[in-house]
């Protein structure tokens, strides 16, 4: 009995994604490392190393959205190539995989392979392709003490032909073993202006019209995390085209995005404490005079934020509340110091689980009696 087996049809790879769909983060996440932003100390280091092909295990530390998985990448591309890449180079996130058995099984195993032979590259470019792999991985403080324990062994063994890269926020929680077998790289938060040149690039390739004021709220709400911002333009990008015709993206709608509470709400709660903040500044039925404000007036302004759902951490925290006292210009410095103490307990008590309405009002009253005083 003959039998006959259908036909095959090529299929589409299966992570093949349509620009249209993709991420942002991704679409415009940096091809090599002269595109990695801010970062001149890090990238020049690179680039020696990268001339010498001579890579020490590595271990970049900074707070999220810096730059740091995106740096190793492009850096492994470079070194390999795209054809090269997927055989060359082991990623994983150690959130997700933080145990020893995954250190000992499918670390291990990747790292005691020899490295394949070279393969021509399809794009015509030449790559230096060394030797050796590389295992990155993602999140690396996330490990356990013991899987990091076993890792510092296989570092050792294996340092001929795998190269490590621990990608971490928090330097402190790798052991002090591993980290000095790592040459270190510190990434800092992104300043303003390199932030913004790159908010603008994307902005003008994906057509979408923002302000400078988008621009610096979508900074200030991102606190240095360029990942975020990036994010939170694409959603507003997104909401802005669900309409007919476009709708033009203000600053209020990144503060939505974000989930952070508008500035205007901000200012006029500042204002009913007695905050000199300027009438541009707060919402349009602010009252005039802030000094004639009594308990029945915050009470009520401190009960329709809570109405609105703001959390008591995100009125009391820094970019709110804190910075508008903090920051303002005629405000006497003892005054300030007793709005920051009533803010701190204010903390300790929220993180401890006290009820958030009435240690806001707590707040407000603390901060109302010392710039009265």
Same mark, same amino acid.
């Given at each position: 009995?003959?039998?006959?087996?259908?036909?095959?049809?090529?299929?589409?790879?299966?992570?093949?994604?349509?620009?249209?769909?993709?991420?942002?983060?991704?679409?415009?996440?940096? =091809?090599?490392?002269?595109?990695? +932003?801010?970062?001149?100390?890090?990238?020049?280091?690179?680039?020696? *190393?990268?001339?010498?092909?001579?890579?020490?295990?590595?271990?970049? /530390?900074?707070?999220?959205?810096?730059?740091?998985?995106?740096?190793?990448?492009?850096?492994?591309?470079?070194?390999?190539?795209?054809?090269? %890449?997927?055989?060359?180079?082991?990623?994983?996130?150690?959130?997700?995989?933080? !145990?020893?058995?995954?250190?000992?099984?499918?670390?291990?195993? %990747?790292?005691?392979?020899?490295?394949?032979?070279? =393969?021509? *590259?399809?794009?015509?470019?030449?790559?230096? $392709?060394?030797?050796?792999?590389?295992?990155?991985?993602?999140?690396?403080? +996330?490990?356990?003490?013991?899987?990091?324990?076993?890792?510092?062994?296989?570092?050792?063994?294996?340092?001929?032909?795998?190269?490590?890269?621990?990608?971490?926020?928090?330097? @402190?929680?790798?052991?002090?073993?591993?980290?000095?077998? $790592?040459?270190?790289?510190?990434?800092?938060?992104?300043? +303003?202006?390199?932030?913004?040149?790159?908010?603008?690039?994307?902005?003008?390739?994906?057509?979408?019209?923002?302000?400078?004021?988008?621009?610096?709220?979508?900074?200030?709400?991102?606190?240095?995390?360029?990942?975020?911002?990036?994010? /939170?333009?694409?959603?507003?990008?997104?909401?802005?085209?669900?309409?007919?015709?476009? @709708?033009?993206?203000?600053?209020?709608?990144?503060?939505?995005?974000?989930?952070?509470?508008?500035?205007?709400?901000?200012?006029?709660?500042?204002?009913?404490?007695?905050?000199?903040?300027?009438?541009?500044?707060?919402?349009?039925?602010?009252?005039?005079?802030?000094?004639?404000? !009594?308990?029945?007036?915050?009470?009520? @302004?401190?009960?329709?934020?809570?109405?609105? !759902?703001?959390?008591?951490?995100?009125?009391?925290?820094?970019?709110?509340?804190?910075?508008?006292?903090?920051?303002?210009?005629?405000?006497?410095?003892?005054?300030?110091?007793?709005?920051?103490?009533?803010?701190?307990?204010?903390?300790?008590?929220?993180?401890?689980?006290?009820?958030?309405?009435?240690?806001?009002?707590?707040?407000?009253?603390?901060?109302?009696?010392?710039?009265?005083?």
């Amino acid at each position: 009995m003959a039998f006959f087996q259908p036909q095959q049809t090529k299929t589409a790879p299966k992570h093949a994604i349509s620009p249209a769909l993709q991420p942002w983060v991704e679409k415009y996440r940096p =091809k090599t490392i002269d595109d990695i +932003s801010a970062q001149e100390h890090t990238v020049a280091v690179l680039r020696k *190393a990268l001339s010498s092909t001579n890579l020490p295990h590595m271990l970049f /530390y900074g707070p999220p959205g810096t730059g740091k998985t995106s740096t190793i990448l492009a850096l492994s591309r470079q070194l390999f190539g795209p054809d090269n %890449f997927r055989e060359r180079v082991l990623e994983l996130n150690a959130s997700d995989e933080r !145990g020893i058995s995954i250190v000992r099984e499918k670390i291990k195993g %990747f790292a005691r392979q020899t490295p394949r032979a070279q =393969k021509s *590259a399809s794009d015509g470019n030449s790559y230096p $392709c060394p030797p050796y792999k590389i295992v990155i991985l993602d999140e690396a403080d +996330s490990m356990t003490q013991d899987a990091q324990g076993a890792l510092r062994r296989i570092m050792e063994t294996y340092a001929r032909i795998t190269r490590f890269c621990l990608v971490c926020n928090y330097v @402190t929680r790798i052991i002090e073993p591993l980290a000095s077998r $790592c040459s270190k790289f510190r990434f800092t938060p992104l300043d +303003s202006s390199s932030t913004s040149s790159r908010l603008m690039h994307i902005a003008a390739a994906e057509r979408v019209d923002i302000s400078p004021e988008v621009v610096g709220t979508l900074i200030d709400t991102s606190n240095g995390d360029l990942r975020r911002s990036i994010t /939170y333009l694409q959603s507003a990008s997104r909401l802005s085209a669900s309409t007919t015709p476009p @709708t033009a993206i203000t600053p209020r709608d990144i503060q939505e995005i974000a989930g952070v509470v508008p500035s205007a709400a901000i200012n006029d709660f500042a204002r009913t404490l007695g905050v000199d903040v300027p009438e541009d500044m707060t919402i349009d039925d602010a009252p005039a005079d802030p000094k004639r404000k !009594g308990f029945d007036t915050i009470q009520r @302004t401190v009960k329709n934020l809570m109405r609105e !759902g703001y959390s008591a951490s995100q009125l009391l925290s820094q970019n709110q509340l804190h910075d508008v006292i903090i920051d303002h210009q005629t405000l006497p410095a003892r005054q300030k110091v007793k709005s920051v103490l009533a803010i701190a307990e204010a903390d300790k008590a929220l993180c401890d689980g006290a009820d958030e309405e009435l240690w806001i009002l707590e707040v407000a009253l603390q901060v109302h009696k010392s710039l009265s005083s």
